[in-house]
């Protein structure tokens, strides 16, 4: 008998690490990397090829997706934001990728300076030389339920750049709710809308917690069949529209929901909160994973 | 063209402050359900006529309720766990009290120390005083997701003490995930056996977010039908079985939820935030609502 199952791609080490104000250096990454695999997460976001004079977070990634042993079954993946970036990720000798585009025009002009236009075209020769090497591509939208810029993003924006995405030849467009502002009913919606243009198996869901939304969105999608979310170990990460605010949803709070539910994910959660308090320390943060605080304050 | 409506039960006051370690006086708690009612909340839990020797958070119950100012369309209620405290409320000028069942028999047992069958049998000559007096009553039964003593909690027991609740004439049940430990796919299931054998709108929904499922299984209680959602501002009170841990689920949170989805709430969201302030820095806590860190991260 086969159990429902789900995959989460932990993306602490780059999403999350990236929001953090303090930079770690790369052995303390390479760690986190490393202790993530240890608990069974299969697709683990390892680093980001951008400048680090932008992301002063992400410098050292080359080493960082160097250094980390490759075991079966384990994928690890970095950002690209143009060719140059992903000929450092083929030279660190990444398997997958991951390009990013927003569905708001503000946004994409506030964060990676062009219109999405821009930004699209300037992914094709990536997606080309990558697939020709036979490096697997994920992209990333924004904003899928919300610019910090412009408030409402039309979900016709949002099918339109998931299908160019999926057209350009990514294998999976992860759908993100960057400030936390949707809701279930929204996010239902959405991946309704979406899976109306591609694939529903091509659809992943990234939440971020910001207004405490993000388990009932992934719930959401779930219902309306996504089976990959992005999370985050800890919370790892912030918003950097609402200083101080909570980001990636935990990885934690995904495993309990989905194991909880009969739905396996392969993940070890007591190892996963252990891998939290780790990052957590050396980060100097306190966590943000509510499963995380109760099972500790239960075992004590 | 009437709107999709819920009614908030606002139990920051009792259920929220009978679990955080620091007394406030009764001037404080008078303050707090009078803001309370200042940003639109229609049923405030005030008090709970119990002993202050086991719960000295409330203690001069009695004063709060008298205290409060009366105003159109608000309820004040409070707990009241026998004959005695009913007195006490009537003569405080309750209109509305709430009994307190358990659906687990070992908590029942460790928390009112008696069985579920004594505790139903107490309450009945509590109902028929209470219902001859015109007051209305609340049923609450705890543990309806899982009990911290022996973990699962079987559907039919949670029916049997809710349709024995309603047969007494509690004009609602408030079922209660008391550790927080439910995930939506078990709530809706809860919720349609509980509709079985109850009008579905005498059902209300308790969610604690402990392991931060809560907003998610407020989502599946509203889709099985539940139109009432017990929660407490800036999440006041934690979790006596996983200290440290969250406790009820913020108003915030739910308050942004069904407004973001088109149901009204009539609570003033903003007012709301300040409540939450005041209350924190009385108590010297940290406030457990993402939704009022998020926005009060924006407005700074």
């Given at each position: 008998?086969?159990?429902?199952?789900?995959?989460?791609?932990?993306?602490?080490?780059?999403?999350?690490?990236?929001?953090?104000?303090?930079?770690?250096?790369?052995?303390?990454?390479?760690?986190?990397?490393?202790?993530?695999?240890?608990?069974?997460?299969?697709?683990?976001?390892?680093?980001?090829?951008?400048?680090?004079?932008?992301?002063?977070q992400?410098?050292g990634?080359?080493?960082?997706?160097?250094?980390?042993?490759?075991?079966?079954?384990?994928t690890y993946t970095?950002?690209?934001?143009?060719?140059?970036?992903?000929d450092?990720?083929l030279?660190?000798?990444?398997?997958e990728?991951?390009?990013f585009?927003?569905?708001?025009?503000?946004?994409?002009?506030?964060?990676?300076?062009?219109?999405?236009a821009?930004?699209?075209?300037?992914?094709?020769?990536?997606l080309?030389?990558?697939?020709?090497?036979?490096?697997?591509?994920?992209?990333?939208?924004?904003?899928?339920?919300?610019?910090?810029?412009?408030?409402?993003v039309?979900?016709?924006?949002?099918?339109?750049?998931?299908?160019?995405?999926?057209?350009?030849?990514?294998?999976?467009?992860?759908?993100?709710?960057?400030?936390?502002?949707?809701?279930?009913?929204a996010?239902?919606?959405?991946?309704?809308?979406?899976?109306?243009?591609?694939?529903?198996?091509?659809?992943?869901?990234?939440f971020?917690?910001?207004?405490?939304?993000?388990?009932?969105?992934?719930?959401?999608a779930?219902?309306a069949?996504?089976r990959?979310?992005?999370?985050?170990?800890s919370?790892?990460?912030?918003?950097p529209?609402?200083?101080?605010?909570?980001?990636?949803?935990?990885?934690?709070?995904?495993?309990?929901?989905?194991?909880?539910?009969g739905?396996?994910?392969?993940?070890?959660l007591a190892?996963?909160i252990?891998?939290?308090v780790?990052?957590?320390?050396?980060?100097?943060?306190?966590?943000?994973?509510?499963?995380?605080?109760?099972l500790?304050?239960?075992?004590?």
């Amino acid at each position: 008998m086969s159990m429902d199952a789900v995959r989460l791609v932990e993306v602490g080490a780059r999403d999350g690490l990236q929001n953090e104000a303090r930079c770690l250096p790369v052995d303390t990454r390479v760690a986190l990397v490393e202790r993530l695999a240890d608990c069974g997460l299969r697709t683990i976001e390892a680093g980001a090829f951008v400048s680090p004079r932008w992301v002063p977070q992400m410098a050292g990634s080359d080493e960082v997706l160097r250094r980390v042993g490759q075991r079966p079954g384990v994928t690890y993946t970095a950002l690209v934001p143009n060719l140059q970036g992903l000929d450092m990720a083929l030279a660190a000798g990444c398997r997958e990728v991951a390009v990013f585009a927003a569905a708001s025009e503000a946004f994409s002009q506030k964060n990676i300076n062009c219109s999405i236009a821009q930004s699209l075209a300037r992914f094709e020769p990536v997606l080309a030389k990558a697939l020709e090497q036979g490096v697997a591509v994920r992209g990333y939208v924004s904003c899928v339920l919300g610019c910090p810029f412009t408030g409402a993003v039309p979900v016709a924006q949002v099918v339109a750049v998931t299908q160019a995405l999926y057209a350009m030849g990514c294998y999976e467009i992860s759908l993100g709710d960057t400030i936390g502002t949707g809701t279930p009913e929204a996010t239902h919606r959405l991946i309704e809308a979406c899976a109306g243009s591609v694939p529903v198996t091509a659809l992943a869901g990234h939440f971020h917690d910001t207004y405490g939304m993000a388990v009932a969105n992934v719930q959401a999608a779930w219902q309306a069949g996504v089976r990959v979310f992005d999370s985050s170990v800890s919370g790892l990460g912030g918003c950097p529209y609402s200083p101080g605010a909570t980001g990636n949803v935990a990885t934690e709070e995904l495993v309990y929901l989905f194991e909880g539910q009969g739905v396996a994910t392969g993940v070890d959660l007591a190892k996963l909160i252990e891998v939290g308090v780790f990052i957590d320390s050396q980060l100097q943060r306190s966590g943000e994973s509510r499963v995380a605080k109760a099972l500790r304050a239960r075992i004590r």
